[in-house]
């Protein structure tokens, strides 16, 4: 078997991988506990979601240059901090990212079985799960598909919203459905609660780090892919969370458990709710296939250097980590069954947050050569994803603060015990 994975994949390549984890469960699902949050303030959170993810994104970008392996944050942190700041942000990943793919499955479920979602959600992971282990170059391929797809969809509702006042004043007078309730804050920390929510959305491009070892040329093919893919994403979220605000109006926005579709579908443009309904299943099911990805490779790391079991550092004849595949799978799918997509946006949210406060410490310990982005971006994103973890709603924040003391606390002790 082979000892190491393979070096297959070019920029295009890993910016689709990119889009394909932050196009997907967050545009179809964040919108509505944002606008409870933030109100007519939506745009306000977006930017500042934008502005965390492009700290983030720099600190990243340097990072994987220096360290080009597989691992992300959970390399950054033990190499340029210590082991323990490491295993935080290890930990981190693995817990925010198994929330983020149980977030994609339950709005995959929700879209397709609306009157059963579990079985479908737990299906999907279990689909994508096989897929995952196939290998990367399938992923890849696949990624292209889906992420053309979704944008096409996006496009619909972007243009239905800017130009279709009609169809909008339809969907205000139309019977709403419930929705799943976290407890919010409203006013100006409404807005950072906000920010912290779509932030979420954005978090993909941590996909294109964990590449490291997977991608040719990683000095130039990881900073390109990580802007590239960030850039996209943020005019998408701008455009469409402006369509939805034409549209719907606030209000009405934060009560809608599926927004876009509930945008579309009605009046004369009824016909592209099915579309909608579609594209919104393929989308989480693209950030299924790039974020158990993730996962698995950031265990790869980890197990490598004894901080999770060694059997999960296997790699199978098709060069991917395939017991690492499995175990995240099945995490995602406990996951699901626990919490609904909306509990599980927050959980991933502060997780993730928590996870690039380390890279941004770590980022500001390279050396000046190493740093193609200034160093007060990476304080900037230090504060920010501080501040925006805490403001969080609290439930998910406690909870994130457990599964964190918990998990880094299993991987201490077994890296101890293996000396």
């Known amino acids: 078997m082979s000892s190491s994975v393979q070096r297959r994949l070019g920029t295009a390549d890993a910016v689709v991988l990119g889009l394909a984890a932050m196009l997907g469960t967050g545009v179809f699902a964040v919108w509505a506990p944002a606008a409870a949050a933030a109100g007519p303030w939506l745009l306000l959170a977006v ?34 901090l210590s082991p323990a700041a490491g295993r935080l942000a290890g930990v981190a990943f693995l817990v925010g990212k198994s929330a983020s793919a149980a977030a994609a499955a339950g709005v995959f479920g929700g879209y397709v079985l609306q009157v059963q979602p579990l079985p479908a959600a737990i299906l999907a992971i279990v689909v994508v799960t096989v897929l995952n ?51 919010m804050r409203s006013g100006p920390l409404g807005v950072l ?19 490291g070892e997977e991608v040719r040329d990683p000095g130039r093919t990881l900073r390109r892919a990580i802007v590239t893919a960030l850039g996209i994403a943020l005019v998408t979220y701008l455009l469409v969370a402006t369509a939805l605000l034409v549209g719907l109006g606030a209000d009405r926005l934060a009560t809608e458990p599926a927004p876009l579709v509930a945008l579309v579908d009605s009046g004369d443009t009824s016909a592209f709710g099915v579309l909608v309904r579609v594209g919104a299943a393929v989308a ?94 990476s304080c900037l994103g230090l504060l920010l994803c501080l501040g925006l973890a805490v403001l969080l709603p609290l439930q998910q924040v406690l909870i994130t603060a457990a599964a964190l003391a918990v998990g880094w606390g299993i991987c201490t002790m077994h890296a101890r015990a293996r000396g």
């Open 47 to 80: 930017v500042i979601a934008g502005i965390v993810a492009a700290c983030n994104a720099a600190s990243t970008a340097d990072l994987a240059v220096a360290h080009p392996e597989s691992g992300g944050g959970f390399v950054y942190g033990r190499e340029r």
């Open 133 to 183: 282990v196939a290998g990367v170059r399938w992923t890849a391929r696949g990624a292209y598909t889906l992420v053309g797809g979704t944008l096409a969809v996006l496009l619909v509702v972007i243009v239905v919203g800017l130009l279709g006042p009609s169809g909008a004043e339809e969907v205000a007078s139309a019977a709403t459905p419930e929705v799943e309730t976290v407890p």
């Open 193 to 211: 609660t906000a920010a912290g929510l779509v932030f979420f959305a954005f978090a993909g491009y941590a996909r294109i780090a964990t590449l």
């Open 284 to 377: 989480a099911g693209s950030a299924l296939l790039s974020v158990l990805v993730g996962v698995s490779r950031t265990t790869l790391a980890m197990a490598r250097r004894h901080e999770l079991p060694a059997a999960l550092a296997a790699i199978g004849p098709r060069g991917t980590p395939w017991r690492a595949d499995l175990a995240g799978g099945v995490v995602a799918v406990v996951l699901a069954t626990l919490a609904g997509p909306i509990a599980a946006i927050a959980l991933s949210a502060c997780s993730v947050l928590v996870y690039y406060a380390v890279i941004n410490v770590a980022a500001l310990r390279l050396p000046a050569a190493q740093r193609r982005w200034p160093a007060w971006t």
